[in-house]
């Protein structure tokens, strides 16, 4: 039977060395070890961090509920996530927060909502689940996503803004941190990702029970 202690341990290490090896780090890495070798041991840390996080919720074991989520709750997460979907699959496109991605002249789509959309999304994630599913091994795991999310945000655009002093900033200016809170109004992500979004939100609820979770969403 596993403890709570370790997967407190197993989501700092996940947590810590991701900030670690995006910003302290990095630099230092990429010199000794370029850009390739970097991103391989980047995933490997990653994958092996990860893999101890969720061997360590496995071995909890039984735990009791914090409290009890109402139906409310559930049907506000379903919702959310529908949104996070979204968030995500136009986080895809046309997104030059991503690697090698072109810089572009103004927010469009999700962009226009929150220029950290796929941080949004996993934030959103970890919002749910602690809202439905209030294990104590569920909160550490939420803590932990909410908070590589929205630090690796705001780290993200500290990076940025060294890497690319003409552009980030401007961009910045253009875009919003919290979703909903920018300058744009024009939040229609288009046709493509909204179906996008819908289709991955139907077959991650799907899945949800085949892998040993509650039915959620349209098929609860």
């Known amino acids: 039977m596993g403890s709570l202690a370790n997967v407190i341990i197993a989501m700092a290490a996940f947590v810590g060395t991701h900030f670690l090896m995006s910003h302290p780090l990095r630099a230092g890495m990429v010199a000794r070890l370029g850009l390739g070798g970097f991103r391989v041991v980047y995933s490997l840390v990653s994958f092996a961090t990860l893999g101890w996080v969720v061997w360590a919720m496995r071995e909890m074991g039984p735990e009791p509920f914090l409290w009890t989520a109402p139906r ?54 970890a919002f749910v689940h602690a809202l439905v599913w209030p294990q ?6 939420a803590a932990g996503i909410a908070i590589l999310a929205l630090g690796g945000a705001a780290g993200q655009d500290a990076k940025k803004a060294a890497l690319q002093p003409g552009f980030w900033p401007r961009w910045k200016a253009q875009t919003a941190f919290v979703p909903f809170t920018g300058p744009s ?14 289709v991955l939100w139907l077959v ?17």
């Open 72 to 125: 409310w709750a559930w049907l506000l997460g379903a919702a959310l996530m529908l949104i996070a979907s979204i968030l995500l699959v136009g986080s895809l496109v046309g997104n030059p927060a991503l690697p090698g991605a072109p810089t572009v002249e103004a927010p469009r789509g999700v962009l226009a909502i929150t220029r950290h959309p796929m941080m949004w999304g996993f934030a959103i994630w």
């Open 136 to 141: 104590p091994s569920v909160l550490v795991l």
């Open 185 to 198: 109004r024009s939040w229609w992500p288009g046709w493509p990702v909204m179906l996008g979004g819908v």
């Open 204 to 220: 991650a609820t799907w899945a949800h029970p085949k892998l040993g979770a509650p039915p959620v969403g349209v098929w609860s």
